[in-house]
């Protein structure tokens, strides 16, 4: 994967947020809690064992925490597409995913969605 800056649309920052991943498609792969790498406004990237395929249909479910937004955030459940997968350079077999942001909505208290919707062009 090309890393050169001219290649980003959007600033990356390197934190790690827990991210819940749920795959959308029923090929076997379950729900799986891991941690970002990087976050920007058009994507994540995170580390994990199971070896998505680029292309396939995601949801991230996120919070910022308070010390990186500067106030109280909702969790957000983001609708996301795989768009690079390449293998980690940890000393185990892991491997690096790339997810751009389809679409997100902030989730209001446990099991109620906000109506507050939105897309990211």
Request: neutral net charge.
């Amino acid at each position: 994967m090309d890393e050169s800056p001219n290649r980003r649309r959007a600033p990356r920052h390197e934190v790690r947020i827990p991210l819940r991943i749920c795959p959308l498609s029923q090929n076997g792969i379950l729900a799986q809690e891991v941690e970002s790498l990087n976050v920007s406004r058009l994507g994540v990237c995170f580390e994990t064992n199971t070896p998505f395929h680029v292309g396939s249909d995601i949801e991230i479910y996120l919070k910022l925490p308070k010390e990186i937004a500067g106030r109280d955030l909702p969790v957000w459940r983001c609708l996301s597409r795989i768009v690079h997968v390449d293998l980690s350079q940890s000393l185990f077999f892991r491997f690096r995913v790339g997810a751009g942001l389809v679409g997100y909505v902030a989730m209001g208290p446990v099991n109620e969605e906000a109506s507050d919707s939105m897309t990211v062009s």
